[in-house]
């Protein structure tokens, strides 16, 4: 008898997301997934997130969700709502709630960084703040003069992303990130409410949440390396002309798979974080300085996978050894088969 398994979609009607999609941003091709889980005994359930029942019995079902560019989080917020509730009636979401909070939400990100019991992505540590006004009264202005690296919560290919070098480049940061205009009518009352009323603080219009972490001096490029299960596809990414970023230089500069220039220990740095999380699958931006790794950071739901698109061979670790595979699976088979393991191996 099969089991049940339930895949919500998003507003669009798309499930997961695909590199070169057809057409664009489309996600997976849905029937390509039905048919690999039925052949694992699974019987799939397309829902939108509207269509959840919360008064039916949810306990023990097992439930994959989807995530997408959003400007603002405005669905996203909805679909964590209902990933919540489910999560209140006991159904199974793969992966956990705490990778959906963290997915398109860096500050959630780093606070799972800071949790998570992986000594090796400590490298790199992380303030966060959910207005201006905290960061000037918390923040130890005596590092000021530091080199600060400044993130919006949200946003993909290094847009939102910021480099301070001393005090006042790094309030500049924090005020352009963390802008979060009032409207004009609410804007006046609270003005009206200034006047009226001795020491009343305005409601700040920087309240968008952010983080700063400390820079890494020196880095040339990063890797990107995505694991599916025991595949493991790599790219290198050069840093943009004059710039620290890596991520958004250009697909026509990256290297993917053998000829990417891949320092000794990655792909076991890779795992050992992959597994410390005990995710389905993992995206993970890596840096490499004088012998130490850094992650920058990692996504958990949804992420780009052009390293799987225009990789002709995947990697996996044979005994001590990593070697190399053809790439000739879809995106849609790795991420079955990445779905069926997790629940195999966590006894789901």
Not at 42 to 52: G, I, K, M, R
């Amino acid at each position: 008898m099969k089991r049940d398994i339930y895949l919500l979609l998003n507003y669009k009607g798309s499930f997961g997301n695909k590199y070169k999609s057809v057409p664009l941003a489309s996600g997976f091709d849905k029937k390509l997934i039905l048919e690999f889980f039925d052949k694992e005994g699974f019987s799939v359930h397309y829902l939108y997130p509207s269509e959840v029942d919360l008064r039916e019995d949810w306990k023990g079902k097992l439930i994959l969700y989807t995530s997408m560019e959003d400007e603002g989080c405005l669905y996203k917020d909805y679909t964590d709502d209902v990933l919540y509730a489910l999560s209140l009636k006991e159904a199974i979401l793969i992966p956990g709630l705490p990778f959906a909070k963290a997915h398109h939400n860096k500050v959630f990100m780093e606070m799972l960084r800071d949790i998570a019991d992986i000594p090796e992505i400590k490298s790199i540590s992380s303030r966060h703040y959910g207005a201006y006004e905290e960061f000037e009264k918390t923040f130890d202005h005596r590092l000021d003069n530091s080199n600060w690296v400044l993130k919006s919560a949200a946003g993909a290919s290094s847009l939102g992303v910021r480099l301070s070098h001393n005090g006042a480049e790094l309030k500049k940061c924090v005020k352009e990130l963390s802008l979060s205009r009032t409207s004009l009518p609410l804007r006046l009352k609270e003005l009206g409410r200034r006047k009226k009323y001795k020491g009343y603080q305005m409601n700040s219009e920087h309240r968008n949440k952010i983080v700063i972490q400390n820079f890494i001096e020196g880095l040339g490029n990063d890797w990107k390396v995505l694991v599916f299960k025991d595949k493991y596809f790599v790219v290198q990414r050069p840093n943009r002309e004059n710039d620290f970023r890596a991520s958004g230089s250009g697909k026509s500069k990256y290297f993917f798979g053998t000829k990417a220039q891949i320092p000794d220990g990655m792909f076991d740095y890779a795992k050992r974080i992959y597994e410390g999380f005990n995710v389905p699958m993992i995206s993970l931006d890596i840096a490499y300085k004088d012998g130490q790794f850094y992650l920058i950071e990692m996504q958990f739901v949804a992420f780009g996978n052009s390293g799987h698109h225009y990789s002709k061979e995947y990697f996996y670790k044979d005994g001590d050894i990593w070697d190399t595979a053809p790439n000739t699976e879809t995106i849609e088979k790795i991420y079955v088969d990445s779905m069926v393991d997790y629940i195999n191996r966590n006894n789901l």
